[in-house]
């Protein structure tokens, strides 16, 4: 008669103790620092203006210290606008010459920190590229393509692609690849090589650590991606890409790229868990940071049980109702058995202890 009482308690002192249970692993959380200014642009062929007419656009840039909150441009001749829409158009109403212009921006965040960059455009000929995967990992191949930049202009081909990879190194060809030692944001600038000059576009690039490597039960999981700490607001955001794939086949189940924001909470602590689907169960990964560093993640099934987006006292409620049950008893929960070993157990509430309170990412 008095089970009910015994689970109850060692649920309380799981829960007041999961950061003694549960191993710590440490996660690399990057401080605040300068944005990153980066805008490409296109020249409007078929608009019928005096002059020559460019669409900017600086959305890709880039800040880790909050929002950029304005966005000046130097448009090379003598006009200069303060703007707080990072997509802005620009008509030269003598026309671009034929060696192009230079345009300067600068952005502003948050904080009151600047960033700048100046890329030489033409009307003529544009450079554009692309890139993949969208969100590497440290030591991960990311190729880069500029097939897509166009010359309208026979008498100003293009000769050659001179890549900037943002990290001290360089490249040359139509398409390339490269891999980045160390996570962080990295501006990658393509010019092209022409007779007339070396027309110029860029892109923010974040490379981020391996967070978690693992296996649970029949799959392999990796999380890689960055985290941006801004200690002001007392904010933690990241993007995280999750890979899961079958361990014997090595056939991929899922990947998936998640943004999120969490808040740290009064003890300068914050917890969240990714959610994804496999094909027996709905596997959860937690992770737990704090204002210095990361403590750790885990792998489990998802202990969002209720299926309300928060890890909370009806998620435990329900392990404890089925705690010590197996498969085939009347008590028995799968859903509940968290680490996947046939037994609702002390590990099973620990896990669940480990990521109480907090927001699911799915």
């Not at 703007?83 to 192009?100: C, K, L, Q, R, W």
């Not at 008498?155 to 690849?177: E, M, Q, R």
Request: with cysteine.
């Amino acid at each position: 008669m008095r089970r009910p009482l015994v689970v109850m308690v060692a649920v309380l002192i799981v829960l007041a103790s999961a950061s003694t249970l549960l191993g710590s692993r440490p996660l690399s959380v990057h401080a605040s620092s300068s944005p990153f200014a980066t805008f490409d642009w296109t020249p409007c062929e078929t608009c019928v203006v005096v002059g020559d007419l460019f669409f900017f656009n600086a959305n890709g840039s880039l800040s880790p210290s909050g929002a950029i909150v304005s966005y000046t441009w130097n448009f090379g001749d003598g006009t200069i606008v303060k703007t707080a829409n990072p997509i802005i158009n620009h008509d030269y109403p003598v026309g671009v010459p034929s060696e192009g212009v230079n345009v300067t921006l600068t952005v502003q965040d948050i904080t009151g920190q600047t960033g700048t960059i100046r890329q030489l455009i033409m009307f003529q000929t544009v450079p554009a590229f692309s890139f993949t995967p969208t969100f590497p990992a440290v030591g991960v191949q990311v190729k880069f393509d500029g097939s897509g930049s166009i010359s309208f202009s026979n008498l100003n081909p293009i000769l050659g692609y001179l890549w900037d990879f943002g990290d001290g190194s360089s490249g040359s060809g139509v398409i390339v690849t490269h891999s980045y030692t160390a996570p962080g944001s990295y501006r990658v600038g393509l010019s092209l090589v022409t007779p007339d000059g070396r027309p110029t576009t860029s892109r923010i690039l974040v490379v981020g650590n391996i967070v978690l490597k693992g296996t649970f039960d029949d799959v392999n999981v990796t999380v890689t991606g960055s985290f941006s700490l801004n200690q002001t607001s007392r904010t933690l955001k990241a993007t995280l890409t999750v890979t899961v794939v079958n361990a014997t086949s090595g056939l991929l189940i899922i990947t998936k790229t998640l943004n999120l924001t969490v808040m740290f909470g009064s003890r300068g602590s914050v917890v969240f868990v990714l959610e994804l689907p496999t094909n027996s169960y709905t596997l959860g990964i937690g992770c737990s940071a704090n204002l210095t560093g990361a403590k750790g993640c885990i792998l489990s099934k998802s202990p969002d049980l209720n299926h309300n987006g928060t890890i909370d006292i009806i998620d435990v409620s329900m392990m404890a109702s089925a705690f010590d049950s197996t498969p085939g008893t009347p008590k028995w929960n799968p859903n509940a058995d968290l680490n996947n070993n046939g037994i609702v157990d002390i590990v099973d509430l620990s896990i669940a202890a480990f990521d109480f309170g907090a927001p699911v990412f799915s």
